[in-house]
């Protein structure tokens, strides 16, 4: 399958004992697991959607940044939040996230619990486009 890389620590994520690796790189491609809205200390850190969505986001990219990869690399992600209703906001968060020419594909969808009672979990995909150079 070819060479795998896995992030389990690094700058801006969050240091907790789950036995989770938060990206693993599979030759150009990053898989992201599950990010929340946990601190450095692994705490998880209640708030509006928003403020939860702005910190499973940084997870997200730091994650992305650690295994090599840019923003502009994301193709897919995933968002589960716990209600519907907080969609307007979610849409707000991704259109200042992501410029509307490189927003990825993505899914959202309303799940019915999320770790420690949280918001939101977001995942994803990135690929590096790979060089025609030898």
């Not at 650690?66 to 716990?82: K, Q």
Request: with cysteine; hydrophobic share 40%; net charge negative.
């Amino acid at each position: 399958m070819g060479r795998k890389r896995y992030i389990t620590k690094g700058e801006g994520l969050p240091n907790w004992s789950n036995p989770i690796s938060h990206a693993v790189v599979v030759n150009n491609m990053c898989f992201i697991s599950g990010q929340l809205a946990v601190n450095n200390d692994g705490e998880y850190v209640m708030g509006t959607i928003l403020e939860e969505g702005r910190l499973a986001f940084s997870n997200f990219f730091s994650a992305i940044k650690i295994a090599g990869f840019e923003r502009s690399d994301i193709v897919f992600i995933d968002i589960a939040f716990d209600d519907l209703k907080d969609l307007p906001v979610i849409n707000m968060l991704y259109m200042e996230l992501f410029p509307e020419d490189k927003r990825p594909a993505r899914t959202i969808y309303q799940a019915e619990a999320l770790p420690f009672g949280g918001k939101i979990k977001i995942t994803g995909t990135a690929v590096k486009e790979l060089s025609n150079e030898k």
